[in-house]
């Protein structure tokens, strides 16, 4: 605009009411010129002022009811939206639809075209001038050239209508989709509410199933305790078994050794020998470890060699052909053996 408001003084002029005539005129010369006197620059400014001017001549005419749907390919600029407005075949519906896309998409330029037509003289209007012929004849041209697409009637029929036509349609069937869109919606919904009560469940369910899992390992852990409680039982019910038998056989030798000495004894009474006694009372006041003649301690079978060592010195057999008190002292002397013998085991 700024740049509009230079050329030929064209914001001055329109700000005094001075001057309009001679620039309506020299806007008619440069807009038919044919690139010999004038630059391209110069005459598209000399189009904008002529179609601002022509606006500002039909400014209030450019009101009213608008078309329902205008259907605009790209980003149209502002001089095929002063055609389409200027056009006097479109239909007022169509051109006031046209009106309200320069007054929002160029706010600057329909701001300044209501200024241009604020307190005009019939004198001073555009439309009344020898120029607007010529602007007339340029937009002819142009049309010739760039040919627009006119909308004649904002009713069923013509290529508007049709294409109105088929937009309401495509605005129906996109309204069904958007239906169709909302019943999946509503169904994936229901579907991911089914799914998250389903995945609570199963959480409650794994959280039982956890639960019951650590009472389980508790109750295995509780059972290999008690197991190796009772393998420690029955291993102690062993060893004292062994002990037992250990003991019952021990027990059957010394009972054995009692009877020998008790046979002894009536052996000797019976040969009357009673009246020559051998007396041992200081052999068996000894210490176990002094009648053996040992200082540390014996394993079992250290024993048992010992004693058989003592029984194949002493032993009453040895001493058949030898007088009867030798066996005697033999037997008692073997005996003393075997009762430290059994002390020291």
Known sequence: MRSLRRYLDYGKRVKNRQG??????????????????????????????????????????????????????????????????????????????????????????????????????????YAASESVRLFDKFMLQLDQQIPLDIRASTSGGGLFGEELERQRDRIEEQKKQIEGLKEDLEFAEDRANRAHRRAQNLEKEMNQVKRKLGEERENGEKLRQERSRRIKLDRQATEGERELEVLRREYVKLDQRLHQMAQRLVEAKSHGDSGTPIDLQTLRHLSAEQILGINRPFTEDEIGQLRRQFAALFHPDKAERLPLWVRRLCKEILGIVNEACDRIK
Do not use: F
């Not at 009213?64 to 239909?91: C, F, K, M, T, W």
């Open 20 to 125: 309009l005539g001679e620039l309506y005129h020299w806007i008619g010369k440069i807009l038919l010129d044919d690139g010999r006197l004038y630059s391209l620059e110069e005459r598209a400014m000399a189009c904008e002022i002529a179609a601002c001017e022509r606006l500002a001549s039909q400014r209030s005419q450019l009101s009213g009811p608008v078309v329902d749907l205008v259907i605009v390919n790209n980003s149209p600029p502002r001089l095929a939206i002063y055609r389409q407005i200027l056009h006097a075949e479109n239909a007022p519906e169509y051109r006031n639809a046209w009106v309200e896309l320069l007054a929002s998409r160029y706010k600057k330029h329909w701001s300044w075209i209501g200024d241009c037509a604020k307190g005009r003289t019939s004198e001073e209007n």
